[in-house]
């Protein structure tokens, strides 16, 4: 059995057998795509070209440039993979078809494997320059436990909240993941096989009762509000209107994430967002 079936996909300690797994195999971590990023932990590859899929200087998903001031309207799209639009070619991608169907400049930002925290963290280095008149996240309902990872496909940014004392960005810079392999920073903890197989078991009982009101949760829930707060500030700021796009997800038919669905949903209400 490999090492990560045995852990919680959600916990650093998966990520890290992931690309420990990627190592051995490949002598890499197995980065194609992508490319190392000090601010963002990585994003994806300048000036990719490979079947239908054509990033530019920057790595946005586009086979141009785009000027710093807009002649029209123009939005930029944030999010993770479903933005990007991973497994289908430029014009496929939802920013693609939004753009044909409104005649509005769209930039697609979206970068595989993103938090929603790295997405905050990319409209703010770089989205609000480009002076759009629309900021759209695509929020998928795995992103909300991303947010509480500072590793995944590497070494991350993450916020901490600590309730009404604040929000705190951490993990910046980050280091050169070559680096941090040298270093061991990927190599596994202390847990013990017997801990991995309770936790297996434990995490397997939880999903069948349909537990999830877990400290880890609680925090998932103050960060991810946190986040949508700081993108809804920053886009008014910038004279942008921000919207949500919610990417719910299913497995066997069967639906997964439901309730974060709904904690995301409540949080827009919250906030009063679209």
Not at 9 to 32: S, Y
Request: charged residues 25%; glycine residues 10%; hydrophobic residues 40%.
């Amino acid at each position: 059995m490999p090492e990560d079936a045995l852990l919680d996909p959600d916990t650093d300690e998966f990520w890290k057998a992931r690309i420990r797994a990627a190592a051995t195999e490949t002598g890499d971590l197995g980065w194609r795509d992508i490319q190392f990023d000090p601010m963002l932990g990585w994003r994806m590859r300048s000036d990719w070209r490979s079947d239908g899929v054509e990033h530019n200087s920057v790595g946005y998903r586009a086979s141009n440039e785009f000027a710093t001031i807009p002649d029209g309207l123009r939005a930029v799209f944030i999010g993770d993979s479903f933005t990007y639009g991973l497994g289908v070619a430029n014009a496929e991608t939802y920013s693609a078809k939004f753009a044909q169907a409104t005649g509005i400049e769209s930039i697609n930002a979206g970068v595989n494997g993103f938090g929603t925290d790295q997405a905050l963290l990319m409209w703010q280095n770089e989205g609000i320059a480009l002076a759009p008149d629309y900021l759209v996240l695509g929020y998928f309902v795995g992103d909300f436990r991303r947010n509480g990872l500072t590793v995944r496909d590497g070494a991350k940014p993450y916020f901490v909240s600590s309730g009404t004392n604040g929000f705190f960005l951490e993990g910046t810079p980050v280091p050169p993941s070559d680096e941090l392999m040298a270093a061991g920073f990927f190599d596994s903890g202390s847990s013990l096989r017997l801990l991995r197989l309770f936790r297996y078991a434990q995490r397997r009982i939880y999903s069948r009762l349909d537990i999830h009101g877990t400290d880890l949760n609680l925090n998932n829930r103050e960060i991810s509000e946190d986040i949508l707060t700081q993108l809804r500030d920053t886009a008014s700021a910038a004279n942008a209107r921000f919207l949500v796009l919610v990417i719910g997800h299913c497995e066997d038919f069967v639906p997964q994430y439901r309730w974060i669905e709904n904690e995301i949903m409540r949080s827009c209400d919250a906030l009063g967002l679209d």
